[in-house]
């Protein structure tokens, strides 16, 4: 085993219990979960709260993937729009969501790609 291959400690959290920003970004501090955009900067999104939301580090990378997915169709002409959607636990105040979905669209709103990626 090499000396980078070590893997990190999951932390187990209930993310139903993550009811405010504070207990949002004490898991942020301890690595638990990360804070992402929901639309991100280079597509016009701001940086602040209202354009931020929740979730684990590993759908924080999927959302990155899906963003640079919905990049390349933009370059290829076949994407004009970006929508990124939340769902939340609707038996809960929880502040992580419960999935993302990122969608692609043409000029004329048709859905041209739409992936959505599970938190928990």
Not at 25 to 35: F, I, K, P, Q, S
Request: negative net charge; aromatic residues 8%; charged residues 30%.
């Amino acid at each position: 085993m090499g000396l980078f291959s070590r893997k990190r400690k999951k932390i187990e959290v209930d993310f139903a219990a993550v009811d405010s920003p504070d207990k949002a970004e004490a898991l942020v501090a301890r690595g638990a979960l990360a804070r992402v955009f929901l639309v991100p900067p280079q597509r016009g999104g701001f940086e602040g709260p209202m354009n931020s939301v929740y979730v684990t580090p590993e759908t924080a990378e999927e959302k990155m993937r899906c963003d640079a997915e919905v990049d390349e169709l933009e370059r290829r002409g076949q994407v004009a729009k970006y929508a990124c959607d939340l769902e939340y636990d609707e038996n809960g105040p929880s502040r992580v969501a419960r999935s993302i979905t990122v969608q692609g669209k043409s000029q004329d709103d048709a859905v041209v790609y739409s992936r959505t990626v599970s938190v928990w």
